[in-house]
C-alpha cells in the first residue's frame, strides 16, 4: 500500500479535463499525456503487454498464477482518466489532512471555501482517518484518478505476493467518461474480459449495478423579430418562448427535488434572442416505463408551443445516452455476490445503492462486458469541496484482491 498515495498525488499533476463540445477523440489530447504515463509504469511492473491504442485507451493484462486458470473467467478492472468539465483540472494543489478531528477543513480562506461537516456530516465518519483535499480552485480528482491508483496498486500487490493465486486479470483505463463517451470506441471483444468491475464509486461500501437510463432532449425555437414599436401580433420572441418551455416541465422534478430512485429532467443550459433560442435538458429515471413518459413529455411540450405559436416554432431531438445496467446484471449476479462477500469478509459493510448517474460499465454491460461499480472512497466530485480518505482507498486495494482471488477459488464446475 505505500505507492498507493504517492500515485494518486502524482495522477493529480496532470490536467485530463475532457471536454464536451470537443469533437475529437478522445475529446482532449492532454488525457493521452496521462495515458502514457500509465503504460510506461504498466510495463514497468512487468504487464509487457500493456498499450495505448490510437484512441487513448489503455489496456493490459496481469498474467493468472492459479492452477487450472482456463476453468476461471477473465475478469477486468477499469477506471477512467478524465475529470469533469465541471471545474477545472489545472494545477491540482493535493494536501494530505492527517487524522481529521471532525471540524471544519479550510481549503482556501482568502476564497472562504470550506469543507465543513455541518454541509458534509459523512465526513465524521472518518473521524481520525487521513484525508486528501485540494485547494479550494480546482477538484481534486479523485473521480477517477483515485480508481487508477487503486487498480495499479492492487496490481503491484498481487505481483509481489504470488501466494495470492488468481487468473488472468484485464487492465483498462479510458478516456472521455465524463462527456459519456468513455467506451464509444472501445473493443470488448479484442479486450478478451468475461466479466468488470468499474472503480468508479464514492463512499466506502459502495457496489453498484443499477443506474439512470439516459436521454438528452435539446430544443429548439425560432422566433420572428420585428423592431418592438411595431411588433404587436407580429414578433414571436424565442427567448420568451424558451422560457416558457421552462415552467412546462414538472418544477419538483429536478435534481434539487429528487433522490435516490426518483428520476428528473434537468436543465443544462438555455440561451436565445429574439430570433432564435435553445435550451437543452438531460432526462434521466431508473425505471424503463417512467423513462419512455419522460421523453414522450418532452416531444408533447414541443407539440404544445407549435399549436400556441405555430408549426415549426419549436423542434426537438431526443436522444438516449445509456440504460439502466441492472437488466444485464440480475443476469450475472455471479459478479455482485462476491464483491459483497469479499467486502463483508474485510469487514466492510456493503451499500449497495442505484447509481444517479451513469458510469462506463453501464455502456460496457450493454455491449457484452457485464460491469459493475465499485467505491473509490472519494465525495462531492466535480468540485472544489472534492476529498478522499486514504484508509478507504486503501480498503477498495483489498476488495479487488480479494475480488481476483475469490474467482479463481471458485470451483472449476461452478456456473
Known sequence: MNNLVDRFLHYTSFDTQSDENSVTFPSTEKQLALAHELNKELKSLGLTDSSVDPNGYVTATLPANCENPETVPIIAFLAHMDTSPDASGMGVKPRIVSAYDGGDIILNAEKNMILSPSAFPDMLLHKGEDFIVADGTTLLG????????????????????????????????????????????????????????????????????????????????????????????????????????????????????????????????????????????????????????????????CDFLNAKYGEGTVTVCVRDSYYNMREIIEQNMILVDIARGVMEKLGIAPLVKPVRGGTDGARLSYMGLPCPNLFTGGRNYHGPLEYIVIQSMEKAVQVIVGIAEAFAARPATAP
Open 142 to 301: 479523485a473521480d477517477d484518478k483515485a480508481g487508477i491508483a487503486e487498480i495499479m496498486t492492487a496490481v503491484e500487490y498481487l505481483l509481489a505476493h504470488p501466494e495470492v493465486k488468481h487468473g488472468a486479470i484485464k487492465i483498462a483505463f479510458t478516456p472521455d467518461e465524463e462527456v459519456g463517451q468513455g467506451v464509444d470506441r472501445f473493443d470488448v471483444a479484442k479486450f478478451g474480459a468475461k466479466y468488470a468491475y468499474t472503480l468508479d464509486g464514492d463512499e466506502l461500501g459502495s457496489l453498484e449495478y443499477e443506474n439512470f437510463n439516459a436521454a438528452s432532449a435539446e430544443f429548439e425555437i425560432i422566433g420572428k423579430s420585428i423592431h418592438p414599436g411595431t411588433a404587436k401580433g407580429i414578433m414571436k420572441n424565442a427567448a420568451l418562448i424558451a422560457a416558457e418551455l421552462t415552467t412546462l416541465f414538472p418544477a419538483d422534478e429536478t435534481p434539487r427535488s429528487t433522490e435516490k430512485y426518483q428520476g428528473f429532467f434537468h436543465l443544462t443550459s438555455i440561451r436565445g434572442i429574439c430570433e432564435k433560442a435553445e435550451a437543452k435538458y438531460i432526462i434521466r429515471d431508473h425505471d424503463k416505463h417512467r423513462f419512455e413518459q419522460r421523453k414522450s413529455m418532452a416531444h408533447a411540450i
